[in-house]
């Protein structure tokens, strides 16, 4: 890395970088505060309550988080892909009991760390199923009829699911207080679109305006919104939204009026098929290369935040991502298909960070964009080292480089710049370089800058020159640091392998591994005063990303 100078290096760069701080776009939306996860019994692990306490200050701020299965029925103990908030339950005469104590613990963690939920209703409790129409066979490597398809029913008594609706919101008021839960966001059911809905469009839009109005009548003024459909789900958003526009209502004269946010998810790969190959270092044989595409990604999110803001009454209704992925499934990795190595890697930070800056950038015409890019990964229980799930943590509780690109996030100031990227000569380049340039309210500017192809076997380098002119600081003493994440720095899963890929590391080994997920300063130097510009030399891998941060001191 090269040193701060008032005037470039002598190396003649491929990409030159000029953020321009006198160019003030207006307020940095920190979209990425939010994480989100199927195993919602693992909150209350050990393992899961200090993930979640790493991760309050991995975020640097007030995080909104996500999970699935708070009304499903089932022992309580998570699984992969599954888990059970086991709520409901009818006594001998067919009446409502509800049992909380498999979700009050989950609840409590969340509320230690100051954690917003997106509280979401469903899945269908066994007992409120609808008969089904399927034929099980029972195998011992299944669950049940219940746990293959049951959980997906509407269910089969709308009063009963209005008690238990209300039930749940009462509850969580009462042990939390009105003036918290007034401040989460409570959503019906995830991916309606697909076969996690086993009803119709209709029969999804008259159980929301049930779900809406218990919700309501527990906590009013409660924020409700949904539908949470997939990327490819926007025939379903549109028809959700026409009846939330429409005024009508499953209630008769009761209205539930406008969701107060609508949220879809999108995903940047279709699910890398576990291929039952043989497993090497880089995992299980798979003979094509595949990877995420933040084309398909960016494709579903404008198709379906176009519908929203095509509703003039929906122009300001925030808009949440609340499943926002490179990849899917979340419990897979590379011991099912080698592509799922992306996820252990230095690819994983840097997709996310220019995933991040194409997001906030990438709004036409001052419409509204979204409010929140929900990250669908945290940890798995059982998990190997480097096992390649969607996860924040490996064994250990390692964190993985994806980490570092949400710290680089979290020391951005609260206003954007204005950046150009310039190629020098239209040099072809291994990847793109882009860059997301912020202001703090001291003086300082912080900038990431990455590079970034989609293609995770892509390898190689950019001489990139970053100038930032008209710093706020000039003049003052500031401190000029430099961060980086690439294949060597910041970069746990490195560390990993150099010392031999041990699934049983000794203390020593762990420590050694534990050591390199920090995020790593490779330049720190004091400026007694600070000129007005201030330029640097990268050489910036793909894929690889810095942080530039000039503070006043």
Not at 78 to 85: C, E, Y
Not at 120 to 125: A, H, K, V
Not at 183 to 206: K, M, R
Request: aromatic share 10%; proline share 6%; net charge negative.
């Amino acid at each position: 890395m090269g040193a701060a100078s008032s005037r470039g290096g002598g190396v003649v760069a491929d990409v030159r970088v000029t953020v321009e701080c006198a160019r003030d776009l207006g307020e940095l939306e920190r979209i990425w505060m939010s994480f989100g996860y199927d195993e919602l019994n693992w909150t209350a692990t050990p393992r899961g309550k200090a993930n979640c306490a790493a991760l309050r200050g991995i975020f640097g701020g007030q995080v909104v988080v996500r999970a699935h299965n708070l009304l499903t029925s089932g022992n309580g103990r998570g699984l992969p892909h599954w888990s059970s908030g086991n709520v409901y339950h009818e006594d001998g005469r067919g009446n409502p009991v509800y049992d909380w104590s498999q979700v009050d613990v989950v609840f409590d963690v969340w509320a230690e760390n100051d954690m917003v939920p997106i509280v979401e209703l469903g899945f269908c409790p066994v007992q409120l199923c609808r008969p089904s129409h399927r034929t099980f066979q029972w195998t011992p490597s299944l669950y049940g009829e219940y746990e293959s398809w049951g959980w997906t029913s509407p269910p089969r008594d709308e009063e009963r699911w209005r008690g238990l609706v209300q039930a749940v919101v009462a509850h969580f008021t009462q042990r939390y207080g009105a003036r918290r839960t007034s401040e989460w966001y409570w959503e019906f059911w995830n991916e309606p679109d697909i076969v996690y809905w086993d009803g119709t469009v209709e029969e999804y839009c008259h159980y929301y305006d049930t779900t809406v109005a218990a919700v309501r009548r527990a906590l009013p003024g409660a924020r409700v919104g949904g539908p949470a459909t997939t990327g490819g789900g926007a025939a379903f958003l549109e028809r959700f939204l026409d009846h939330c526009v429409s005024g009508a209502s499953a209630l008769g004269g009761e209205q539930v009026g406008l969701p107060q946010f609508v949220s879809f998810h999108t995903k940047g790969a279709s699910e890398f098929k576990r291929t039952y190959g043989p497993i090497g270092l880089e995992g299980a044989a798979e003979d094509e290369n595949r990877s995420p595409s933040t084309e398909r990604m960016l494709g579903e999110i404008l198709v379906n935040l176009d519908l929203v803001r095509s509703y003039s009454s929906l122009a300001e209704v925030p808009v949440f991502v609340d499943e926002c992925d490179p990849g899917v499934p979340a419990h897979m990795g590379i011991f099912d298909n080698r592509n799922y190595q992306f996820r252990n890697t230095e690819y994983y930070p840097v997709f996310q960070l220019q995933m991040m800056g194409a997001l906030l950038s990438g709004q036409p015409g001052g419409r509204k964009g979204l409010s929140l890019a929900t990250a669908w990964a945290w940890y798995m229980e059982g998990d190997r080292y480097f096992e390649g799930t969607r996860s924040f943590f490996t064994a250990s509780d390692i964190a993985t480089p994806v980490v570092n690109g949400y710290r680089m996030l979290a020391m951005l100031g609260d206003r954007r710049l204005g950046a150009r990227v310039e190629l020098v000569d239209a040099k072809p380049t291994v990847g793109a370089v882009g860059a997301l340039p912020s202001a703090h309210p001291d003086g300082g500017v912080a900038v990431v800058v990455w590079h970034h192809n989609d293609d995770q076997y892509a390898r190689g380098m950019n001489e990139v020159e970053l100038e930032v002119r008209d710093l706020p600081c000039a003049g003052r003493h500031v401190q000029v640091t430099q961060h980086l994440i690439d294949e060597h720095h910041s970069n746990s899963h490195t560390a990993w392998r150099a010392l031999g890929a041990p699934q049983d590391p000794s203390p020593e080994d762990v420590e050694a591994t534990r050591r390199r997920s920090s995020l790593e300063v490779v330049h720190d130097e004091k400026l007694e005063s600070c000129p007005s510009s201030l330029s640097f030399q990268v050489s910036l891998k793909c894929p690889g990303a810095m942080l530039v941060r000039v503070t006043p001191i």
